[in-house]
């Protein structure tokens, strides 16, 4: 991943302009600098409801705040391994 960041009115332009304009998102993606990949996934979620956008969004946050849950307590969970060996040993 490149780790570029696109605004949301940036995606919503660049799919209006394959699902509203009837261009082919390979060569907007090239006018447009990004992958086609990214151009199909733009288009993919412009195409649905206005609420679907929504819940997919707020399962992707959700999803984020879980995974950065886990990596704290598993690196939690680590250092209590660590410090009940070292216990144990003396």
């Known amino acids: ?7 949301e009115e940036f995606k919503a332009e660049a799919a209006r302009q394959v699902i509203d304009h009837g261009r082919p998102a390979r060569e907007v993606a090239d006018r447009l600098g990004v992958s086609v990949h990214s151009m199909y996934e733009w288009v993919r979620m412009h195409r649905k409801a ?5 819940d997919d969004a707020a399962l992707a946050v959700e999803n984020r705040r879980l995974q950065a849950e886990l990596r704290r307590v598993t690196e939690e969970r ?3 391994k660590k410090a009940a060996a070292h216990f144990a040993k003396g």
Do not use: V
């Open 1 to 7: 991943m490149s780790g570029k960041r696109y605004t």
């Open 50 to 54: 206005p609420q679907e956008r929504h």
């Open 78 to 80: 680590d250092i209590l």
